[in-house]
């Protein structure tokens, strides 16, 4: 980001900008993912992402949350979606509704579980790195602590 656009944004746009755009990109990507692949991967790299947007989505509304603490809220939304799958209901409504099933899924895949594990990894990963990244304005890295990552 420009620092001529970063003066005109307001400070809580400015923390939120990088996760909308993480978000936007992760759609892309999953959109990507599944018309240009198919069979294990486009599924499960497919899963992985919607962990990695759930991540963005949580950093969106909590800018200042450590990356290991959006990654594990993530991870605990797409798990209890997969985990409601054991039960009647997100079948019923994915049946109902095309928004339904791309939120909620219908079927139960343990494999899924692990997707999601990788792709909360994947987001925690590249969140703490934009955070770790050099100031452009300053030149220096922005002081990070151990409590940032916990």
Do not use: C
Not at 40 to 69: E, N
Not at 130 to 135: E, K
């Amino acid at each position: 980001m420009s620092p001529a656009l970063q003066t005109r944004l307001s400070p809580a746009l400015r923390a939120r900008l990088p996760a909308a755009l993480a978000a936007v990109a992760t759609v892309a990507a999953g959109l990507t993912v599944r018309a240009v692949t198919g069979g294990w991967f486009g599924k499960y790299a497919g899963d992985a992402l919607y962990t990695v947007l759930v991540h963005a989505l949580i950093v969106l509304v909590l800018p200042r949350v450590p990356p290991v603490r959006a990654a594990a809220g993530a991870l605990a939304f797409s798990w209890a979606v997969e985990l409601a799958q054991l039960t009647p209901v997100p079948a019923a409504l994915s049946e109902a509704s095309v928004l339904a099933r791309l939120v909620l899924g219908s079927t139960f895949g343990a494999a899924d579980l692990v997707a999601y594990a990788a792709g909360a990894a994947l987001a925690a990963t590249a969140h703490a790195l934009v955070r770790r990244a050099p100031s452009r304005r300053s030149g220096q890295r922005p002081a990070v602590s151990f409590r940032d990552h916990a």
